[in-house]
């Protein structure tokens, strides 16, 4: 009877082992499962040039944005291709050879990128004309700034970047900090009795931009008094001579030279501080400015960008 009670206790234990490595087995396959699905979930996202399907943690990433590469950067989000061409200084970890060189930000190299085999593609308004070959390849996404209402493009974008990599909180810790720093300057900006005037140095010429504008946030977001308010918005800026800068006056000229941010020699200084501009208030109170051509022209509309401009106005008062 003994011998019978112990092989029925033997063989209850078995039972009872056998059942717990079945359970164990059926969750790995389960959380293998979830896994596949969660790296197989796709995000639509519409945006101005249409639809994309794509894939949440995309891992090759192609970026022909400065702005969206000095984002994806500081949230530790690896990309594969870059364009090299005229890359900002401050991201010039890019071009090492780790990276794909997709062309120039207006010449892509479309059989690069064909050969990346991209998750996902980043363009801006350099690109926009051939987004339908960027489409051909991969899912293409349109992060393009919209001028006349900055902030709530930029926060878009960032949040856009949050979204499809899984950032959405750190994303949010950016920009509350990059918010109270606007807030800071605009404060100041509005208590100081100056007007500014924005400026484009190329090869000579010399166009000005106001609200609204591509680099309007001056006015728009930080707060600065426009001294012409009626200036023409568009991409290239109001075409304008030095007799118009001196007869404007304004308290603060911020300069940008358009030959330094595309890889020539930086002249702005001595085209702009002639004799007719240093008549102005902004050159006898030494307050023209010379914004960082990396920054402000090539990769505005990114996380490490917008901190850099928000200081350089903040310094100017």
Not at 52 to 62: G, H, I, L, Q, T
Not at 87 to 104: E, H, Q
Request: contains cysteine; aromatic residues 10%.
């Amino acid at each position: 009877m003994k011998k019978w009670s112990l092989l029925f206790a033997v063989f209850a234990v078995m039972l009872a082992l056998a059942a717990c490595s079945s359970s164990k087995e059926s969750g790995t396959e389960k959380t293998a499962s979830s896994s596949e699905s969660e790296s197989a979930e796709k995000m639509t996202i519409k945006h101005e040039y249409g639809k994309a399907a794509v894939d949440k943690n995309p891992k090759k990433v192609v970026v022909f944005d400065f702005g969206i590469l000095d984002s994806l950067e500081e949230l530790g989000v690896e990309v594969k291709g870059v364009p090299q061409a005229n890359i900002p200084s401050y991201l010039k970890k890019y071009t090492a050879d780790r990276y794909t060189n997709v062309g120039s930000l207006k010449e892509p190299d479309f059989e690069a990128i064909h050969a990346l085999d991209p998750d996902v593609i980043f363009i801006s308004s350099r690109q926009a004309e051939l987004y339908n070959q960027f489409a051909d390849i991969a899912p293409t996404v349109y992060v393009g700034m919209d001028y006349t209402d900055y902030m709530k493009s930029f926060e878009g974008n960032m949040n856009l970047l949050g979204k499809i990599f899984g950032k959405e909180d750190q994303v949010a810790t950016e920009l509350k900090d990059i918010q109270l720093k606007v807030n800071k300057v605009k404060e100041k900006a509005s208590s100081v009795d100056k007007k500014g005037l924005i400026v484009l140095a190329n090869e000579g010429k010399v166009s000005a931009y106001g609200p609204n504008s591509r680099f309007g946030l001056i006015h728009d977001v930080f707060g600065f008094a426009a001294a012409d308010p009626s200036i023409e918005v568009s991409t290239h800026g109001q075409s304008i001579s030095f007799e118009y800068i001196k007869e404007k006056n304004p308290g603060v000229l911020f300069v940008i030279d358009r030959n330094a941010a595309v890889g020539g020699e930086a002249g702005a200084k001595k085209v702009i501080e002639n004799q007719l501009v240093k008549k102005t208030k902004a050159y006898k109170d030494g307050k023209i400015v010379y914004l960082n051509p990396d920054s402000w022209y090539l990769s505005g509309g990114g996380l490490k960008s917008m901190k850099e401009m928000a200081n350089e106005v903040e310094e100017a008062l």
